[in-house]
């Protein structure tokens, strides 16, 4: 067996570990070898040395010289067995749950004297250890090994410790795939040497040390590795260049009601020198929520259709699609044909809309899923821009790039603010173009957090700001009334507000129809309805310009980055826009702190790092779900340094025509554990 294949293989491949042992350890998420490596002692256990067995203090764990002078083996079912010992006059029973007798006769032979291990109990005036170990003469430095582990219930402390101690005397030695610059940083210390330090010391001793950071960087130069190999692969890809000309994008900048902001125009030249080069563009477009991104990208998506092209634009929900539809029919009818086409399009409709992009009489169809998930012909797709879909992993990333075809560019935007260590984890096989700044007209939100027993003061001001001819976003996190959760329901707050409001209330959710949530939308954006009660669902993107208050029922169930998220669903005119977060009594002081940040703070990527130190970087909007593996030991937040000498090494193997040779091994190790199971 080749290195490699031990570190990757089944943990079963571990002498003493049989089915029972795996499936416990399955449960921890360890599958493999290499998996049990990144579970890290807690704390040790500390031994006190052999001891007189009067002095025993119950509940330490000791290592005591014995003489076994008396087997005790019931023939019961279910009853333990026991071997009674001595030490000078006094007695020490050892009992035992599920051993064999040949297992307790090997390791206790009677009148022997042993040394063993065990935690001092006592039961009936007497001492004893339950389930003791043998402490070997022939100690290698492993063995003596005790740490404490979170383990699942089943498994024991001492059984673990015997495992993991068992596959670090098995370590193997691989070559240093680190190149010598990088190495001497962590004053050369090898990769096994650093695993064997950091399982024989408590997590928190180890982690600044160079052992701890030598393998974060061997985490996160791998994922890079493997990124800037996609990256790589993509860029080979030779397209047809689009052929178009600025006057034509001029004219239409022109009959904006706005100007382009700085960075939206630096923005749209990379994206115009990508499409005009003979490389596939594969390009993430990043910015704030409100900072205009969607102009950016239908610009492109004007140019592509004007150098002969049609344009597929994905959004996360029918509703957002359906809005995007919209407004390129109502602001550039002239220069366009454009089609929704979601799951709910009617089955003639759906016809019409593939025949018509067949023939090449829909130049820009935008949708849902469904516009690739379906066998959809196009007759001449040049860009797919992909709306919000931070959820996405870069697996899904690659095959919707190659789905397009080679002379098919891609155009992804974000609006989840990151630290830059995330992004280069989350889209480094992608370039990069960011909208730093706001278009000036805006205004910080203002944002207010009430008690739910004040809720007359909340609909006091609803009442001012309707009057004022203000509309309102009314959130909830249930559709229904639920027996489970105590929270706000869209429903009930709907009838409730109905009450107050009249007709000028409305409500759209995820289980209302297509054409039900049209109406609805259409109603609010002629401003027919002032107040609109939802669920998450206006989340993603949704614009209305002129909605500047939303009411967020239920605050602290969202992350400060979705609180973020919501918030940006107001503030996009030019009036003055506030937030109210509504809360239950007693918050915890976690969730004051959090409220404080939202209240201080209107940029996006402050907000997210400080979500990232509260939460941790897994659990921010969903990128758990997006099969985005963490890292077992890195972190974006405290390993900046580790980050930014990861980018610097790729960028030299960039600039070195992408040689990836000396880094298969790296790959190959931590691809596994790292973002994706597809070879690529
Ligand atoms: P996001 O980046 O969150 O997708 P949008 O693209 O939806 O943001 O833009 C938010 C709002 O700002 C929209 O109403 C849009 O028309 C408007 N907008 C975009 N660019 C500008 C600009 N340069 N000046 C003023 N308003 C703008
Ligand atoms: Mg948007």
Redesign the pocket.
């Known amino acids: 067996m080749s290195n490699f294949e031990y570190l990757l293989s089944s943990i079963n491949a571990i002498n003493g570990v049989g089915k029972k042992t795996t499936s416990l350890l399955n449960k921890k998420k360890i599958f493999t070898i290499f998996d049990l490596l990144w579970h890290l002692p807690l704390a040790k256990i500390e031994t006190s040395e052999d001891t007189e067995i009067e002095n025993l203090q119950v509940g330490k764990i000791y290592n005591i010289k014995v003489v076994p002078i008396k087997y005790n083996f019931p023939r019961i079912k279910n009853l333990p067995n026991k071997v009674i010992c001595q030490k000078n006059n006094d007695k020490l029973e050892c009992i035992f749950f599920n051993s064999y007798e040949g297992y307790i006769r090997k390791i206790l032979p009677l009148n022997k004297e042993v040394l063993i291990k065990g935690k001092a109990g006592h039961f009936r005036n007497k001492f004893q250890f339950i389930n003791p170990t043998l402490v070997n003469s022939d100690n290698s430095k492993f063995i003596n090994k005790d740490y404490k582990y979170s383990l699942t219930e089943g498994l024991t402390l001492n059984k673990y410790n015997q495992i993991i101690n068992n596959v670090l005397k098995n370590l193997p030695d691989l070559d240093e795939w680190l190149p010598v610059e990088i190495s001497k940083i962590f004053d050369n210390v090898s990769w096994k040497e650093s695993i064997i330090k950091i399982h024989n010391n408590d997590i928190n001793l180890v982690r600044s040390s160079k052992y701890f950071k030598r393998l974060a960087f061997d985490e996160i130069f791998a994922n890079f590795l493997l990124s800037s190999k996609i990256r790589s692969k993509i860029k080979k890809i030779k397209k047809k260049n689009k052929i178009f000309d600025l006057n034509y994008q001029n004219e239409i900048l022109k009959n904006l009601k706005?100007?382009?902001?700085d960075d939206?125009i630096l923005a749209l030249d990379k994206i115009n020198n990508d499409m005009k080069s003979k490389q596939k563009m594969f390009r993430l477009l990043q910015?704030?929520?409100?900072?205009?991104?969607?102009?950016v990208s239908i610009i492109a998506a004007l140019n592509a259709v004007k150098a002969g092209y049609q344009v597929a634009i994905m959004a996360p929900t029918e509703i957002l699609a359906a809005q995007h539809c919209n407004y390129i029919e109502e602001n550039f009818k002239n220069y366009c044909n454009v089609d929704l086409l979601t799951s709910k399009t009617e089955y003639r409709n759906r016809k019409k809309i593939l025949n018509n992009l067949s023939n090449n009489r829909i130049n820009i169809l935008v949708g849902t899923h469904s516009l690739f998930q379906n066998k959809l012909s196009y007759n001449n797709l040049g860009l797919i821009i992909i709306d919000e879909q931070h959820k996405f992993g870069v697996v899904q990333r690659k095959k919707l790039s190659d789905k397009g075809g080679d002379n098919c560019d891609v155009l992804v935007?974000s609006?989840t603010p990151i630290p830059r260590t995330m992004m280069m984890t989350i889209y480094g096989d992608m370039d990069i173009s960011l909208?730093k700044t706001k278009?000036k007209?805006r205004k910080a939100i203002k944002t207010y957090s009430k008690n739910e027993s004040k809720i007359k003061e909340v609909i006091q001001f609803i009442n001012k700001e309707i009057s004022n001819k203000n509309q309102i976003f009314w959130v909830c996190p249930l559709i229904n009334d639920s027996k489970k959760i105590d929270h706000q329901s869209a429903v009930k707050k709907y009838q409730t507000l109905n009450k107050i409001f009249k007709e000028k209330v409305d409500i759209i959710h995820g289980e209302m129809s297509k054409n039900q949530k049209d109406l609805v939308l259409k109603k609010f954006s002629e401003k027919k309805t002032d107040i609109l009660v939802s669920t998450t669902v206006i989340e993603v993107?949704i614009?209305f310009?002129n909605a500047n208050v939303i009411v967020i029922e239920n605050a602290n169930k969202y992350g400060l980055t979705q609180l973020h998220q919501l918030r940006?669903r107001v503030g996009?005119?030019e009036k003055e826009a506030t937030c109210i977060l509504i809360f239950k009594s007693n918050l915890s002081k976690n969730a004051r702190k959090r409220i404080k940040i939202l209240k201080n703070n209107n940029d996006g990527f402050k907000i997210a790092e400080e979500d990232l130190k509260i939460r941790g970087y897994g659990d921010i909007l969903g990128f758990k779900q997006s099969g985005i593996k963490k890292y077992n030991l890195a972190d974006p937040m405290q390993h900046k340094d580790l980050f930014y000498l990861a980018e610097s090494q790729i960028k030299k193997i960039e600039n070195n025509n992408f040689n990836f040779e000396s880094y298969n091994k790296l790959i190959k190790l931590y691809d596994k554990v790292s973002i994706i199971n597809e070879s690529i």
Do not use: E
Request: hydrophobic letters at 30%; a positive charge; aromatic letters at 4%.
């Open positions: 706005f100007k382009l902001t939206q910015g704030d929520v409100g900072s205009g991104k969607t102009i935007m609006a909208i278009p007209s993107g614009d310009p940006g996009r005119g």
